[in-house]
T-cell receptor, first 116, second 113 residues
Framework: AQKVTQTQTSISVVEKTTVTMDCVYE???????LFWYKQTASGEIVFLIR??????ENATVGHYSLNFQKPKSSIGLIITATQIEDSAVYFC?????????????FGTGTTVSVSP | EAAVTQSPRNKVTVTGGNVTLSCRQT?????MYWYRQDTGHGLRLIHY???????QIGDVPDGYKATRTTQEDFFLLLELASPSQTSLYFC????????????FGKGTRLTVV
């Protein structure tokens, strides 16, 4: 089975601190790609960061970074120096071979609330 | 910037009615997708396509048809709408490479009464 699981439903943090959210995945592919997306309050879904399974280095983009633990099939998202605008729903996703093509499958999302 | 445009943005229909959701991308992407978003379920794949005339079944296809008429246009059809299909629908597109991001439209909120 190919599956993405996010167990944390919601997280609350204070502005300027660090938030970490978890994601585990299942895949039979030897090479795969993991993504994090953000859904803003307006409903817009935007791409944040990607991890290629064959790369040992954790990806970093701005104040987003990943904690990739391949033996544990885990890809955590870390947001440092959080801002109010980081309040959103964060989705973990995996690009997989599915029914003859490549599809993006998602976890159920983690809602992050950043307060002053 | 990749552009994916969905129409309508909001739709109310009655149980048993026909609904067509439209999606157009102007990025020459091969892949287009339809997802539904419901509380507690995240984004679930309904159908997707990797080219004009192609259609692949996703995780939750029951009650939905889809058609990819051109490289740019992908339609989702609900021929006998039911209240369980009340949801927020997203269209998305990407190119064929596995490591490229998927671009999303702004969503269509469908209510079946």
């Amino acid at each position: 089975a190919q599956k993405v699981t996010q167990t944390q439903t919601s997280i609350s943090v204070v502005e300027k601190t660090t938030v970490t959210m978890d994601c585990v995945y299942e895949t039979r592919d030897s090479s795969y790609f993991l993504f994090w997306y953000k859904q803003t309050a307006s409903g817009e879904i935007v791409f944040l960061i990607r991890q290629d399974s064959y790369k040992k280095e954790n990806a970093t983009v701005g104040h987003y970074s990943l904690n990739f633990q391949k033996p544990k099939s885990s890809i955590g998202l870390i947001i440092t120096a959080t801002q109010i605008e980081d309040s959103a729903v964060y989705f973990c996703a995996m690009r997989v071979l599915y029914q003859g093509g490549r599809a993006l499958i998602f976890g159920t999302g983690t809602t992050v609330s950043v307060s002053p | 910037e990749a552009a994916v445009t969905q129409s309508p943005r909001n739709k109310v229909t009655v149980t048993g009615g026909n609904v067509t959701l439209s999606c157009r991308q102007t990025n020459s992407h091969n892949y287009m997708y339809w997802y539904r978003q419901d509380t507690g379920h995240g984004l679930r794949l309904i159908h997707y396509s990797y080219g004009a005339g192609n259609l692949q079944i996703g995780d939750v296809p029951d009650g939905y048809k889809a058609t990819r008429t051109t490289q740019e246009d992908f339609f989702l059809l609900l021929e006998l709408a039911s209240p369980s299909q009340t949801s927020l629908y997203f269209c998305a597109s990407s190119d064929a490479l596995a490591n490229t991001e998927v671009f999303f439209g702004k969503g269509t909120r469908l209510t079946v009464v």
